[in-house]
């Protein structure tokens, strides 16, 4: 048994979509997730930034005692070099592979699409996992930089005709491929899942890449013992608006109680283990 928290972020608060499935499915785990509010959305900017950004975020939680890291965040998942990934002093885990071993399993027709930021789809991740999985499926990705725009601004109703709008466009590519299976490669995604659904209609399954990282990463900590804890649950962000309860509860589905803490990145030093990784940020 190892009770050190589970450490989890995202560029934004998507990635409690992450932590929501998390204290669904193991409520004993400490957690800390961390949203790097103040810089979302990390998706529409160069890969180079992306990098710099995560390595600060993770350098974030390295400060806290935790026994995994999770990257709630498709764009980060689909951006940060390996190299930095392995020189970590803990587990870690990202969306790319849980979600996309998910959506392989899934499928009926061999057919995926993907949904996912712009610089997640630019970077091929989930076409190049998919295909290691099965080189015989074919995937269909879409790029929807309106999605987190959207979803940040509270365009989540179901009923919402701005969203369908958008999401009718995105989508359309999809339908055509004749895709069965949809993965939401994208942690803020999840919060408009009715709207996508109703478009697509009930027989495509759609694949939640917070949910499916958070089973994963679970899976891990049971196959080294390395379960449990006082269910903690630690909330920090980059920036703090007014708003900050509301939009978490809409990602938690549950509210924040205390809310959250402001980390201030600008004091924290980038943990010494990326200096080995070698190359700069
Ligand atoms: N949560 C991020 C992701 O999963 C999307 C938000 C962003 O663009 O930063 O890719």
Known sequence: MDTRAIGVFDSGLGGLTAVKQLHRLAPQENVVFFGDTARVPYGTRPAQTIVRYALEDLSFLLTFDIKLIIAACGTVSSTLPRRYTEALPVPFVDVIGPTARAAAAATANGKIGVLGTPATIRSGSFVRELESIDSRLAVTAQ?????????????????????????????????????????????????????????????????????????????????????????????????????????????????????????????IDLHPCFGLAGGNP
């Open 143 to 267: 790029a929807c930089p309106l999605f987190v725009p959207l979803v940040e601004n509270g365009y989540t109703a179901r009923d919402c005709e701005v969203t369908r709008l958008v999401a009718r466009e995105y989508l359309e590519p999809l339908m055509q491929a004749g895709v069965d299976t949809i993965i939401l490669g994208c942690t803020h995604y999840p919060i408009i899942k009715g709207v996508i659904a109703d478009i697509v209609g009930e027989k495509v399954t759609l694949i939640d890449s917070g949910r499916e990282t958070a089973r994963y990463a679970l899976e891990l900590l049971n196959k080294s013992d390395s379960c449990g804890g006082e269910g903690k649950l630690d909330f920090y962000t980059s920036d703090q608006g007014d708003g900050f309860e509301n939009s978490a509860e809409l990602f938690l589905g549950y509210s924040l109680g205390a809310g959250a803490r402001k980390a201030d990145l600008q004091r």
